[in-house]
């Protein structure tokens, strides 16, 4: 079974641009969640979307969002980009909704975004 | 704030030694998972703790899980250069809406 799968894996954009990055869950699986990780704050959990509807959400600005196809695939897009947007950028999926007992995420290998 | 709080943010070991890393939340947890991220890598999921007072084992790791369900460690026994690493924590919290939060992870280098 592939693993799940993120693209791009790098991408380079300037401030104020914005930015779509594509996740494709393992096949089965309905949730997938995004994060952001940053040396200085570690993993930031960013939203999760089961069944194409967003069911939980972090502390991020409405610049960020995201939406989940009928397939389980799900996007997410950064609007006016900011240096502080530099980050990996990981999906993660599971058959059910994140840290339901018995579920397991299963991270993708990351977006790596820079700002410049 | 912080919800779940994990130290110690680094650990610097020779090979051989032991290593634990903690997990604690000031409110009750409903469950708790870890991760491991090597360097470059992404996290990997280790094990999912559920019952209060629960310990489980995988070879030289052992999770336990508190007995209030408010805290977690992870403990390596005679650690191996291929342990190095960032270990986190994810907890789900009660009446959170669901979330996982994870810690803040300990990064654990092995001198040979």
């Known amino acids: 079974k592939a693993g799940v799968t993120q693209t791009p894996r790098y991408l380079i954009k300037t401030r104020g641009q914005q930015v779509t990055l594509s996740c494709s869950p393992i096949?089965?699986?309905?949730?997938v969640s995004w994060y952001q990780q940053t040396p200085g704050q570690g993993l930031q959990f960013l939203f999760e979307?089961?069944?194409?509807?967003?069911?939980n959400k972090g502390n991020f600005p409405g610049r960020f969002s995201g939406r989940q196809f009928s397939n389980s695939r799900s996007e997410m897009n950064v609007s006016t980009l900011e240096l502080g947007d530099s980050a990996l950028y990981l999906c993660a999926s599971s058959l059910g909704l994140s840290g339901r007992l018995g579920d397991t995420q299963y991270f993708g290998p990351g977006t790596r975004l820079t700002v410049l | 704030g912080q919800q779940v709080m994990q130290i110690p943010q680094y650990q610097h070991v020779q090979e051989g030694e032991d290593f634990t890393t903690y997990c604690n939340s000031s409110t009750t947890l409903s469950n708790i998972q870890w991760y491991k991220q090597r360097p470059g890598g992404h996290p990997v999921f280790l094990i999912q703790?559920?019952?209060?007072?629960e310990v489980k084992k995988q070879k030289r790791l052992t999770f336990q899980f508190g007995e209030a369900k408010k805290n977690s460690s992870l403990h390596i026994t005679a650690t191996q250069t291929t342990d190095v690493g960032t270990y986190f924590c994810a907890a789900m919290i009660y009446n959170q809406g669901g979330k996982l939060i994870f810690g803040q992870g300990t990064e654990l280098s092995v001198k040979p």
């Open positions: 979307y089961f069944s194409e509807t967003q069911r």
């Open positions: 096949s089965g699986h309905r949730s």
């Open positions: 703790l559920v019952k209060s007072g």
